[in-house]
C-alpha cells in the first residue's frame, strides 16, 4: 500500500485505488503511524498527538474505536497491527510520502554537493512533486500534525532551494527569476533565497536588478533583524560589483574551487609554511597525518554516510560516543573520503588546554616562528593566527580527535578558527560535543547485535558479529562463525554491549581460548579483557583503561551519581533515578546531563541508559563506598511502589497503558526481586512477586515469577508471616498454579486454612483468580469450596465478573452447559463494562468452547479470534499460542485441514517462543488432528507422541492436556486395530476424568471406549457407551464427528432397533448413573 501525509491524509491500494478514510480523529492516527511506519508507536504517544493536554476521560477507548474503523477502513492488506507497546502500520517508510520525499530530498542534496547537478535536479523535482498540498491538510487541529507540518514545510523549501541551487548551476537563471521573485515575497527573511535572486538576475544579464535586490535585502535584514547580510551574500554582492564570475557558479558551496594567487589570504607578517602542507594554498589530495589503518573497516556504513552527509551540510561535526566506540577509526575513515585537504590532530598526548593551538599548528605542518622578524611595533602572530592566515580561502577539512579531556580549550580554538576562516570544515571527535553554535552531533550507538539464539548465517549479517570475526580470524586463521561457535560469539557481543573496542579485546583472546571459554570468562571482564595492542595508546590497551580515562573526566558529583545508577538494570528515568540515587532533584537533572554529554549514559526517550562495562566498572566504585545494600533496599522499594501504583489500573481501561510503563521498568523490577531474594529480604521480596503477579499473567509470563516463588517460599517454610498473608498466597497459588504441587501441598493447605480464617474480599482482586486457578474443579458437594470462594470475591466489577468467570468454568467442566453460559455471559458483560482485556479474552475462549461443542463452528472462531486479538493488544505469547491450538483444532473439524495446519505450525512456533510446554504440547496434537484428516496416521501418531513426551505433568490443567493426546492416541490405536493398546490409552485417560471429576474428560472417553468395544466384538456394549457419552455430555450439545462414525458403525452392526434400546439405556441413565458405569469400565467391568 501507499500512504500519503503531503497533502490531504490518504491511503492507496496496490492497484491505486483510493481508500476512504473517514474522520479527522481516524486520519491522525494513520498520519501517525505512517510517519513511524514499521514501528510500534505507543498508545500514549497515539492519544498525545490526537488530544493534547485535553484528552477525554475515556481517551484508550476512544483511540481502541479509531484504530478498529482505521483496520475496517484499509482491510486486511493494510491492517493496523496490535503490540504490548502499542500499534504498528506494518508498511515499509519508502511506502509513505513523507519518507519518500525526505529520502530523494537527501539523495539530492548529495549529489549537488558531489557537482552532479542534473541528477541532482531530476532527484529533488521528483521529491517535490509528491506534494499534493499542505501536510496533513484534513486532520483537524491534532496537536502531533502542527510541530511535523512546519518541520516537513522546511525541509520542502530546503528541497527547493536545492532544486534551484541544482538549476542555476545548470544555467537556468532567467527561468528561475519568476520563482525566486514568489519565494522572496513568500519568504524575505531566508537569506539563501535571496542570493539565489541575485545570481539568478546577474546570470541573465540584469546585473543591475541584481544590486538593487541585494540593498533591498541589507534593507530587510537590518529592519526586521537589526542584522547585516551574512559572509556569502557579501561575497557574491563584491563580485556583482566587480562584474566577477559568481563564486559557486559552476556548482554547490561544497565545491567551489579555492582561491589561489597573491590574495589567497596567506597573509600575516612572515608566517611561513613549510613545503607541500597546509599552506601551499592548492586544493590537492593531501591528507597530512590522517593514520594509516592495518584492518578492515567494519560495521558503520551507515554512520560513515551520515558524517559525509553532514559534513556536506555543515561546518563543525563531532563524533560523541564512550570509549571504544570506533570515533577515531570513523573520523579517519571519513576524513579519507572528503574531498580536498585534511589534516588529523590527535589530541590524546596533550595534557594542557594552552597546548592545543601548537598541537594543531604542528599537525597542519606549520612552522612555530616565522621566517622574517616582526615588523616594528607589530607583535609575532601566535598559533591561531598563523592557522587563520594559513587556512582562509581553502577548502580543508580539520579533524581535532580525542578533544573530552581538553575540551574548553578546543572548543574555543574551533569557534575562532571557524568564524575567521569560511571554507574551513572541522570534524572533531570526544565523549562528549564541543558545545559551540553551529555544531551538528553524530553519536555513536552500539553495533547492531543479533537477538539470542539467532543462527551463525544471519548472525554474520549484524555489524557486531562480522567485527568480532573480522578480528578473530587475524589472530586465528580460519576461524568463521559457524554452527558450533555462533551461540558463543554472540553471548560475547551482546554482553560487551556491541562496543567494537571491547569486541576487539574479546577477539583476540581467541589465540589461545575458543569463542566459548571467552564467553564464560565475561563476568570478570575487566581481567578478561586486558591485552591490547601495543601500539595503541594505553587508554586502549585494556577494557579497565578505557572506562578509567571517562572515570577521571568526571566531576566528583557526577561520580556518586555514576556508581548510584548502577543499582538500575536497563536503564532509569529521571523520576526514579531522582527518588533512588537519594539526591536532590535539580542536581540529578544537571549531573544526569553532565553523564550524558560525556557518554557515560546514553539517553534513549526519557530513559538514561548505562552500557554494561561501564555499569560493571561504576559498580565497583559503589562497593568501595560501602553505599550498595542501601541502594538495593532503595531500589527495591521504587518498584515495589511502582508495580502497587499500577496494580489497579491493570483491571480496567486503563490496562495496556500501565502494562507498557511496567514492560518498561520489567529488567528493574526483576532485578529489584533477584536481589531481594538473593539477600534473604523475604518481606520485600514477598511484596514485590504479590505485585508483580498480576502482570507476569497479562504478559503470558508467569513462568517468570515461578522460580523466585519457589525459592521464596523454601526460605519462609510453612509459617506465614504475619500481616503478609496474601502475598504468601499468591507466591504458593503462582507455583501450584504453573505445575506440579510436588513439594509445595503443605504450604497450600496452610494457605487455605489461613485465607478462609481470614474471611474478607483479599487487597488484591487477581488473588481470587489465582486461587480457583489452584484449586480447579471442586469434588461433587463440596459446595462450600464454592462458597469460600465466593465469600472471597470483593463487590468491585472486576471482582464480581472474575465470580462469574469463575461460576462459568466450573459449570462446563461440569457438562452444565446451559448454566455455565449465562455465567460465562454474565463475566463477558462485567470485562467489557470495565474495559479489562485479558478476562475478556478468557471468557470469550471458554464460549468458544461451548460453541464448539454444539457445532457452531462459526461462532467458535469468531470468538477465537477475538479473543486472540486481545491476547496480541497483551503481547501474551503462550495465551496466543493456545487459541491458535483452538483454532487449529475447530478448523480440522470444519473441513479446513490447510488453515488448521497454518495454524498449528504457528502455534508450536509461539510456544516455543514462549517456553509454554502445555501449549506445545497442544500444538503438536493439533498437528497430529491434521494428519489424521490427511490420512497420515503414521505422522498422526508420532506428532501424538512427541507433545506427549513434552508435556509436563501434575498440575490439572496439565493434565488435561495429556489426556487429551492420550485419548487421541487410543482413537490411533483403534482405527489401527490395535484394541488392546486402545484400551490401556483410554483407561489411562478415564483415570485422569474421574481423578479430576472432569466431566468433559469423562464424555470424551466414554464415546472412545465405544470403538474398543466394536472392536472385541460387543456391539450392545458399544451401544450402551454411546448412550453414556450422550448421558454425560446432555442433549445440549451435538455429538462431534468421532461419535458419528462410531454410531453409524454399531448402527450397522446391531441394526436400528436393538441400537437404539441399548442407547437408550444409557442415554436415559442421570449423570451420576452414567458416571458409575465409566467408574466401571476404568475397573475392567461392564
Known sequence: MWFGVLGAVEARSADGLVLA????????????????????????????????????????????????????????????EGHPAGYRLPAEPQDVDAHRFEHLAETGRRELAAGRAREAAALLREALGLWRGPAFADVGDAPFARGQAVRLEEVRLGAVEDRIEAELALGAHRALVGELRDLVAAHPLRERVRGQLMRALYGGGRQAEALAAYEETRRVLAEELGAEPGADLAALHLAMLRSDPLPGASGPPAEREPRTGPDAGTGTAGAAVEEGAAGSGTAGDTRTGLPAQLTSFVGRSQELERVGGLL??????????????????????????????????????????????????????????????????????????????????????????????????????????????????????????????????????????????TPAQEALGYPAVRLFADRAAAVRPGFTVDGANAGAVVRICRALDGQPLAIELAAARLRSLTAGEVAARLDDRFRLLSRGSRTAQPRHRTLRAVVEWSWDLLEEDERVLARRLTVFTGGATLEAATAVCGLPGEDVVEWLTGLADKSLVEVAGDRYRMLETIRAFCAERLAEAGEGERMRRAHADHFLGLALAAGPHLLGADQLRRLASLDAERDNLHAALRRATDAGDTERALRLLAALTPYLWMRGARGEGTGPAEEIIRSIGTRIPEGLEEEYAMCVFSIVSGGPRGEFG?????????????????????????????????????????????????????????????????????????????????ALEGFQMVGERWGLSLTQSELARIAEWR????????????????????????????????????????????????????????????????????????????????????????????????????????????????????????????????????????????????????????????????????????????????????????????????????????????????????????????????????????
Open 312 to 453: 556536506s551540510e555543515g561546518r563543525l561535526v563531532t563524533l560523541t560516543g564512550p570509549g571504544g566506540a570506533g570515533k577515531t577509526r570513523l573520523a579517519v575513515e571519513a576524513a579519507g573520503r572528503s574531498p580536498g585537504e585534511v589534516y588529523f590532530a590527535d589530541l590524546a598526548a596533550v595534557t594542557d588546554g594552552a597546548e592545543v593551538p601548537q598541537a594543531v599548528l604542528g599537525a597542519l605542518g606549520l612552522r612555530e616562528t616565522g621566517l622574517a622578524p616582526p615588523m616594528p611595533g607589530r607583535p609575532v602572530p601566535g598559533a591561531a593566527e598563523k592557522m587563520i592566515a594559513a587556512l582562509t580561502g581553502r577548502r580543508v577539512l580539520l579533524v581535532l580527535d580525542n578533544c573530552e579531556h581538553l575540551i574548553e580549550a578546543a572548543a574555543g580554538l574551533a569557534a575562532r578558527l571557524l568564524g575567521a576562516c569560511p571554507t574551513l570544515r572541522i570534524l572533531a571527535t570526544g565523549r562528549e560535543a564541543l558545545g559551540i553554535t553551529g555544531e551538528s552531533l553524530c553519536p555513536l550507538s552500539s553495533l547492531a547485535l543479533p537477538p539470542a539464539g
Open 746 to 826: 503443605e504450604h497450600l493447605d496452610s494457605v487455605i486454612e489461613t485465607m478462609v480464617a481470614i474471611g474478607r474480599p483479599p487487597r488484591q482482586p487477581f488473588l481470587t483468580m489465582l486461587w480457583g486457578m489452584a484449586m480447579g474443579i471442586p469434588e461433587p458437594g463440596v459446595a462450600a469450596s464454592k462458597k469460600e470462594q465466593r465469600a472471597l470475591i470483593g463487590q468491585d466489577p472486576w471482582s464480581r465478573a472474575l465470580g462469574f468467570l469463575g461460576d462459568g468454568l466450573m459449570m462446563v467442566h461440569a457438562m452444565r452447559v446451559e448454566e455455565g453460559e449465562r455465567a460465562l455471559s454474565a
Open 21 to 80: 478514510v473517514g474522520g479527522p480523529r481516524v486520519r491522525g492516527v494513520l498520519a501517525m503511524l505512517a510517519l513511524d511506519a514499521g514501528r510500534v508507536v505507543t498508545a500514549e504517544r497515539l492519544i498525545d498527538g490526537l488530544y493534547g493536554d485535553d484528552p477525554p476521560a475515556n481517551a484508550a477507548n476512544a483511540l481502541q474505536s479509531q484504530i478498529s474503523r482505521l483496520r475496517h477502513q484499509l482491510g486486511r492488506t493494510g491492517a493496523v
Open 855 to 1086: 457445532g457452531d463452528t462459526g461462532r467458535a472462531l469468531a470468538l477465537i479470534e477475538a479473543s486472540m486479538e486481545l491476547s496480541r493488544e497483551l503481547g501474551a505469547d503462550d495465551d496466543i499460542a493456545e487459541r491458535l491450538c483452538r483454532r487449529a483444532l475447530v478448523r480440522v473439524q470444519a473441513g479446513d485441514a490447510e488453515g488448521a495446519a497454518r495454524d498449528a505450525e504457528q502455534a508450536m512456533e509461539t510456544a516455543r517462543r514462549a517456553g509454554a510446554a502445555e501449549v506445545l504440547a497442544q500444538a503438536h496434537q493439533a498437528l497430529s488432528r491434521v494428519a489424521r484428516a490427511r490420512g497420515d496416521t503414521g505422522r498422526a501418531r508420532r506428532l501424538l507422541e512427541e507433545g506427549l513426551a513434552a508435556c509436563p505433568t501434575g498440575w490439572f490443567g496439565f493434565e488435561e492436556t495429556r489426556a487429551g493426546i492420550m485419548l487421541d492416541l487410543g482413537l490411533l490405536c483403534e482405527a489401527a486395530g490395535e484394541g488392546a493398546a486402545a484400551l490401556a490409552w483410554h483407561r489411562q485417560v478415564l483415570g485422569t476424568a474421574v481423578a479430576h471429576r472432569n466431566m468433559t474428560l469423562a464424555a470424551a472417553v466414554a464415546g472412545a471406549l465405544c470403538g474398543v468395544a466394536l472392536l472385541e466384538g460387543e456391539d450392545e456394549r458399544a451401544a450402551l457407551l454411546l448412550g453414556t457419552a450422550a448421558a454425560l455430555r446432555g442433549t445440549a450439545l451435538a455429538p462431534d464427528a468421532e461419535a458419528v462414525r462410531l454410531e453409524s458403525a454399531a448402527r450397522a452392526r446391531l441394526g436400528d432397533t436393538a441400537f437404539d434400546k441399548a442407547f437408550e439405556h444409557g442415554a436415559s441413565a442421570t449423570r451420576e448413573q452414567a458416571w458409575a458405569v465409566l467408574v466401571s469400565e476404568g475397573s475392567g467391568g461392564t
